[in-house]
């Protein structure tokens, strides 16, 4: 398992808008062991090296994120999960999320 899953908002230009204080790797640890193939698009997000989502690709994964929270294996990470909906649901034309793993 990774040891620290951060995430940033960056632009078009590769630059940093804002950075997150929230570490998602136990929350894709327990998606990949559980239920990865329910959630095909946060399960592409790479433990060990960087993954980019687009606005489009975040809006996918709020509706992934938002199945999760009906999800009764998910139960104790609902606050991680919550907090990463708003994250992604702000993301704006030109804006991108970048996971960074570990």
């Given amino acids: 398992m990774s040891q620290h899953i951060g995430i940033k908002l960056i632009n078009e ?12 790797s136990i929350l894709i640890y327990q998606l990949k ?3 990865a ?13 960087n993954t980019c989502f687009n606005k489009n690709q975040c809006e ?6 938002r199945k999760m ?14 907090k990463l909906i708003s994250i992604l649901s702000n993301v704006e034309r030109y804006q991108y999320i970048l996971f960074i793993g570990d």
Avoid at 13 to 24: A, E, H, S, W
Avoid at 37 to 49: A, K, R, W
């Fill in 37 to 49: 193939f329910d959630y095909p698009l946060l399960n592409s997000i790479d433990e060990y090296d």
């Fill in 13 to 24: 230009k590769n630059q940093t808008i804002r950075n997150f204080d929230l570490n998602l």
């Fill in 69 to 82: 929270l009906d999800d009764q294996k998910f139960t104790d990470a609902k606050e991680d999960i919550n």
């Fill in 60 to 65: 996918l994964a709020v509706k992934e994120l």
């Fill in 33 to 35: 062991q559980k239920v």
